[in-house]
């Protein structure tokens, strides 16, 4: 798989047709304490662009432009975590979003399984491995495993979504997903807030 590694910031001039794919790596699962080290985005066409962050310099204006651009649906799996994270390092609400495990836990009701490799694995017969995940994403340089693991989570996002659209489409559910991504982002700004648990929807 292609992978570009690209130091503080995309590259001027990538065309990303209508919607990307995108995740992010953390030194943790705590935004507030835990730095933003990668974000790693494909445009569905099996190229992977990891951007590090190796200074805390966040500025990165063309990624910036891109997390907020309203014409590009941005996908990913458990958006929710991912939104919290651009939010508190780089200070904007990336939107749109669709999300693969919610879009999931509204058409798989027969199963709790809804993790990215289980998704794969089910919906589009690709075996993921999981074995970087908790690896040390803050290292300046990155092994050729952390990379190829990184790229991993975003290669498979668009076909992903394309299954996951049809089933919500047989399931007449189109509509509750819809609602849930467009509430998502304010999701996201609750966890940040202080609003995660208990949820604030909760009795
Ligand atoms: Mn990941």
Not at 119 to 147: F, I, N, P, R, Y
């Amino acid at each position: 798989m292609p992978i570009d590694l690209h130091d503080g910031d995309l590259p001027e001039g990538l065309v990303w047709n209508g919607s990307v794919a995108i995740d992010t790596e953390t030194m943790g699962l705590n935004p507030h304490r835990d730095r933003l080290c990668l974000v790693q985005l494909s445009a569905g066409d099996g190229t992977a662009h990891i951007v590090q962050f190796r200074n805390g310099d966040f500025r990165a204006p063309n990624l910036r432009r891109l997390l907020t651009d309203a014409s590009v649906t941005k996908l990913f799996h458990f958006a929710r975590f991912d939104i919290a994270t651009v939010y508190r390092y780089m200070g904007i609400v990336v939107e749109p979003v669709y999300c693969t495990k919610v879009a999931a836990r509204l058409v798989r009701t027969f199963t709790d399984r809804h993790g990215l490799k289980d998704l794969c694995k089910e919906l589009l017969g690709v075996e993921l491995s999981k074995q970087q995940q908790t690896s040390d994403w803050g290292a300046a340089e990155l092994s050729s495993e952390q990379l190829k693991y990184a790229a991993s989570d975003v290669l498979h996002l668009h076909a992903l979504r394309s299954r996951l659209d049809e089933l919500l489409e047989r399931e007449g559910r189109r509509h509750l997903a819809e609602g849930c991504f467009r509430f998502l982002p304010t999701r996201a700004l609750l966890d940040l807030g202080g609003w995660d648990d208990p949820d604030i929807l909760s009795h």
